[in-house]
């Protein structure tokens, strides 16, 4: 089937500490995004790739790094230096070719919570 | 500034009910999405908008898209308990981008 996975599904950082959500897809996307949804809210775009090797900062970018060394992994790094990264985390792709609907899908999502 | 606007941000009504939801955008585009969330779920596609006049519809919800007026809805008609969540459009800008809107918390009371 494919789709796109994210793991883990609930992660609890300390405070000072790294942590590396992970999003793989198999649907040949060749776009991949990362977003965060605090509660009651909408879409927060971190970074985007749209391309392996490549990537751009979203509009929350600080305190977050990426890399896309492969097309079908997006792993977000959430660092020390983000100070309030209890969030809900959503991976997505999309297909950037021409003639098709473009829409992003998403994975199931990462509940970060901060101890 | 690129902006989404949708309105209104929380609803809540009867089953056996119409009522629509309103997004608007500031950005010329003609490309426009809705999804739904489910509480404590990842966004599902609802439907995808590709040009002026486009109309889609799929059970109860039917969504419609106006690029000269800037303007997206989505109706629902007689509503289900099951329609239950918070719906977002989302406009593209190009470059792989999306802008979204705040999300319409929709809850159907049976």
């Known amino acids: 089937d494919g789709g796109i996975t994210q793991s883990p599904k609930y992660l609890f950082r300390k405070e000072g500490q790294n942590v590396t959500l992970s999003c793989e897809q198999n649907?040949?996307?060749?776009?991949m995004y990362w977003y965060r949804q605090d509660p009651g809210q909408g879409l927060r775009l971190i970074y985007y790739?749209?391309?392996?090797?490549?990537?751009q900062k979203g509009d929350i970018a600080e305190g977050y790094s990426v890399s896309r060394e492969k097309k079908e992994s997006f792993p977000l790094t959430v660092t020390s230096a983000q100070k309030n990264p209890t969030a809900f985390y959503l991976c997505?792709?999309?297909?950037?070719?021409?003639?098709?609907?473009?829409?992003?899908?998403f994975g199931p999502g990462t509940r970060l919570t901060v101890l | 500034e690129l902006k989404v606007e949708q309105n209104p941000l929380f609803l809540s009504m009867q089953e056996g009910k119409n009522y629509t939801i309103y997004c608007n955008y500031s950005?010329?585009?003609?490309?426009l999405y809705w999804y739904r969330q489910d509480p404590g779920k990842s966004l599902e596609s609802l439907f995808v908008l590709l040009s002026n006049g486009a109309v889609k519809q799929e059970g109860r919800l039917m969504a419609s898209l106006d690029t000269k007026a800037r303007l997206s809805t989505l109706h629902i008609t007689a509503a289900v308990h099951d329609l239950s969540a918070t719906y977002f459009c989302?406009?593209?800008?190009?470059?792989?981008?999306?802008?979204w809107g705040a999300g319409t918390k929709l809850i159907i009371k049976p």
């Open positions: 997505a792709s999309r297909w950037a070719g021409r003639g098709g609907h473009n829409e992003q899908f």
């Open positions: 950005t010329t585009s003609d490309r």
């Open positions: 989302a406009v593209d800008i190009g470059n792989y981008q999306l802008i």
């Open positions: 649907l040949n996307h060749d776009a």
């Open positions: 790739s749209q391309i392996v090797n490549d990537f």
